[in-house]
């Protein structure tokens, strides 16, 4: 499987609830960054949290890392519609130039 | 400033044509990446320009493929003789540096290439 997959595939909440998507990966990693995605559109980079680093904030959005279990979750609070979009994570693999992407979390914020 | 461009944004061509994907990074970018997209798919690395470094092909997925860049500036990728596996999102992005420095990546929309 690839390095970098997230969890769950699919998640469908109401407005106003919080959106929690998870990253598995295998491999040591330099930082591991979050894009979105919308419809038809290229990816946005959302955060970036170094290896060193355990939790990072911005906006209404929570990162975690945890080199020990190779592991990041995205939490997305109060959510809105407009979050509505694929989420991917992508891990800068120690050792390698070009990022490797796992294959996204399909986010639906219901109005 | 502007974002990264690549044209066109779609395209249709018969099987066995070549086909041209232009990028336009972000002014002052030196690093440059393409990547593939498959529906409902993540990202697949295809090719990495460092500044005037050599470029890393590593993605490429046959000889079908390459890329070219001038400088850190525009880069072109050709698919020669596509074949309907061809068909997907060829998305482009760039960054101030390469991926090790902690820099996030750019991307453009993508050209969405449909091969009858």
């Known amino acids: 499987s690839q390095q970098g997959e997230e969890d769950p595939q699919a998640l469908s909440i109401q407005e106003g609830e919080n959106a929690t998507m998870n990253c598995s990966y295998k491999t040591s990693i330099n930082n591991l960054q979050w894009y979105r995605q919308n419809s038809g559109r290229g990816l946005v980079h959302l955060i970036l949290i170094r290896s060193n680093e355990r939790e990072k904030h911005s906006g209404r959005l929570r990162v975690t890392l945890d080199t020990s279990k190779k592991s990041s979750s995205l939490l997305i609070t109060a959510s809105r519609a407009a979050d509505t979009a694929s989420y991917f994570c992508?891990?800068?693999?120690?050792?390698?130039?070009?990022?490797?992407f796992g294959s996204g979390t399909r986010l639906q914020v219901q109005p | 400033g502007a974002g990264v461009s690549q044209s066109p944004s779609n395209k249709v061509t018969e099987k066995g044509k070549d086909v041209e994907l232009r990028c336009d990074p972000i002014?002052?970018?030196?690093?440059l990446y393409w990547y593939r997209q498959r529906l409902g798919q993540g990202l697949e690395f295809l090719i990495y320009?460092?500044?005037?470094?050599?470029?890393?092909k590593s993605g490429l997925p046959s000889d079908r493929f390459s890329a070219e860049r001038t400088g850190e500036s525009v880069s072109t990728l050709t698919i020669q003789r596509t074949q309907q596996e061809d068909s997907a999102v060829y998305l482009c992005?760039?960054?101030?540096?390469?991926?090790?420095?902690?820099?996030?990546?750019?991307f453009g929309d993508g050209t969405r290439l449909s091969i009858l």
């Open positions: 992005a760039s960054s101030l540096a390469q991926t090790g420095v902690n820099q996030p990546q750019h």
């Open positions: 002014s002052g970018h030196t690093a």
């Open positions: 320009f460092q500044g005037n470094s050599a470029p890393d």
């Open positions: 992508a891990t800068d693999d120690t050792g390698r130039r070009a990022l490797t």
